[in-house]
């Protein structure tokens, strides 16, 4: 599936309903956005599964976003 979006004049962009059907993203949702390259790749974050072990790295990321969520919401 491939759109193509606008960015406004506050660099912001609207991710087609199609995209967020799709993904089963919905309003207040997060995504991670990161640089891959010269690519911006928008992902839906999936939690890891119950039980599952993760590397140190990957649970201080873990942490640290939810940090910084938490942050937002106060």
């Known amino acids: 599936m491939l759109s193509l979006v606008k960015v406004t004049r ?8 199609e ?4 993904l089963g993203i919905t309003e207040g949702d997060y995504v991670l ?3 891959e390259g ?8 999936v939690p890891p599964e119950p ?4 590397g140190s790295d ?6 640290r976003e939810l940090d ?4 937002r919401w106060r």
Not at 19 to 22: E, K, P
């Open 33 to 35: 956005v990161r640089i």
């Open 19 to 22: 995209i967020r059907d799709a």
């Open 38 to 45: 010269d690519r911006i790749v928008i992902e839906k974050p």
């Open 10 to 17: 506050k660099g912001q962009i609207t991710i087609p309903k």
């Open 68 to 71: 910084e969520m938490r942050s």
């Open 58 to 63: 990957e649970y201080r990321e873990l942490i």
């Open 51 to 54: 039980g599952k072990p993760i």
